[in-house]
């Protein structure tokens, strides 16, 4: 059996319409649960905990906010069974009005990459619109020295969100894929909540 950072391509699915809190499930390119997260409601600091099935008896990544209620928040990224962290991605703040935007920090905070939406215009299309425009499918990129590493597209379905995750040929030298996970689940759980 593979572990979960033995892929290169993924898709999140998380179910938009729920009354409490919010989950989603990981699979790998041949449709197999690989991660499973159940986030409660009203959470003021966000502390995402990520686990290998349903059962959630394995825990496999956290994703947790530095501080409480930050427009410019960092997350740092922590392997849960060495408890070594991976490193951070931080949000920037004003420029994420426009086109949402994100640093991706080593484990010193400096910056190495950035992740970013696909377009400022189709990002004004999707913030300043009603009805199906509104809903046209967001489409970010992870970007190291330059070079694209993660492509992350959302699908088009009104009812269920849906993301694909694909690591780049090459991606490994510049990125430990656990922290292109980690981007994908800020973006299904932080930006998701915004749309």
Not at 107 to 116: A, E, H, I, R, T
Not at 143 to 168: C, H, W
Request: hydrophobic fraction near 40%; glycine fraction near 6%.
């Amino acid at each position: 059996m593979s572990d979960y950072i033995d892929h290169d391509q993924y898709y999140i699915r998380k179910k938009l319409i729920k009354v409490l809190g919010s989950s989603f499930h990981i699979y790998d390119s041949e449709d197999n649960l690989i991660l499973f997260s159940s986030q409660k409601a009203f959470k003021l600091k966000e502390d995402i905990r990520v686990f290998s099935d349903e059962s959630m008896s394995s825990e496999r990544l956290v994703v947790k906010a530095r501080s409480i209620i930050d427009f410019g928040a960092a997350y740092d990224v922590v392997d849960s069974e060495s408890g070594e962290k991976l490193g951070a991605f931080r949000r920037k703040g004003l420029k994420s009005i426009l086109k949402d935007t994100w640093e991706l920090l080593d484990n010193d905070d400096n910056p190495v990459g950035k992740l970013q939406e696909d377009s400022g215009c189709l990002a004004l299309v999707r913030r300043f619109s009603s009805g199906l425009l509104s809903m046209i499918p967001q489409s970010f990129f992870l970007e190291i020295d330059g070079k694209r590493a993660v492509t992350y597209s959302q699908r088009f379905n009104p009812v269920i969100f849906k993301m694909d995750v694909n690591l780049e040929k090459g991606s490994r030298e510049l990125l430990d894929p656990r922290l292109a996970l980690a981007g994908a689940i800020l973006l299904v759980a932080v930006e998701g909540r915004q749309a």
